[in-house]
């Protein structure tokens, strides 16, 4: 089966520009989650997904960030306007069943200059 | 709330020896555990997990930990390790639930 899928692998943007990162996870994984690790530290979860539905989004680190699954599928995660702190490597993942085993893809690194 | 202390940030070990790489956690309530692995440029992979029954678990590549818990501990070992281990290793817990508590990582790097 192929994996969770990001895209773009890198983005490079300056600060106040708009950026948005999308994740296919595994098809029939109804659950979709957002990663986030700065630099430095821990991995860091962001947001939930069940199918179309935000589960839970107490990670997100303020409003300039939105996240949404169209359809139960993939997703996107916005962040606007970009400041330096939000640099770092953002995850998705998803599995069928939580609390089953996450399934990663392999990242987006974010880079705000 | 669960914590996650992984106590190693970086481990230099020789092709063919052991390796244990140590993970501390904290909690009140029973928990969920896992090691996942980032080798470079790739995602993180599922080593192992434990959930319940055997306090010993093994995982993909050779790999093992063992869940003690009255020290609180799931370190992972692998009695002989290779090049191709040289990878980013991350220790996780939750509470039967989605949302996974990281340690910060243990770098290992492998030398011939």
């Known amino acids: 089966e192929a994996g969770v899928t990001q895209f773009p692998s890198h983005s490079v943007i300056e600060k106040g520009q708009t950026v948005t990162l999308r994740c296919d996870p595994i098809s029939g994984h109804d659950n979709l989650y957002w990663y986030r690790r700065v630099m430095g530290k821990e991995i860091k979860f962001l947001l939930h997904f069940v199918k179309e539905s935000k589960q839970d989004e107490s990670g997100m680190p303020n409003n300039r960030f939105l996240a949404e699954r169209t359809g139960g599928t993939y997703s996107t995660l916005k962040v606007q306007p970009a400041e330096l702190e939000d640099s770092g490597v953002y995850f998705c993942?998803?599995?069928?069943?939580?609390?089953?085993?996450?399934?990663f893809g392999n990242g987006t690194r974010l880079t705000v200059t | 709330a669960q914590s996650v202390t992984q106590l190693d940030s970086q481990v230099p070990v020789f092709e063919e020896a052991p390796v244990e790489l140590r993970c501390n956690y904290s909690?009140?309530?029973?928990?969920?555990l896992f090691w996942y692995v980032q080798y470079p440029n790739q995602g993180l992979q599922l080593l192992l997990k434990?959930?319940?029954?055997?306090?010993l678990v093994k995982g993909i590549n050779g790999f093992e930990a063992e869940f003690n818990k009255s020290q609180t501990s799931f370190h992972l070992r692998k009695p002989s390790v290779h090049i191709s281990d040289t990878a980013e290793y991350f220790c996780?817990?939750?509470?039967?639930?989605?949302?996974?508590?990281f340690g910060a990582g243990t770098t290992v790097t492998v030398r011939a």
């Open positions: 993942a998803s599995s069928q069943v939580a609390p089953s085993p996450l399934h």
């Open positions: 434990y959930l319940s029954g055997s306090t």
């Open positions: 996780a817990v939750t509470f039967r639930d989605y949302k996974l508590s």
């Open positions: 909690s009140s309530v029973s928990v969920y």
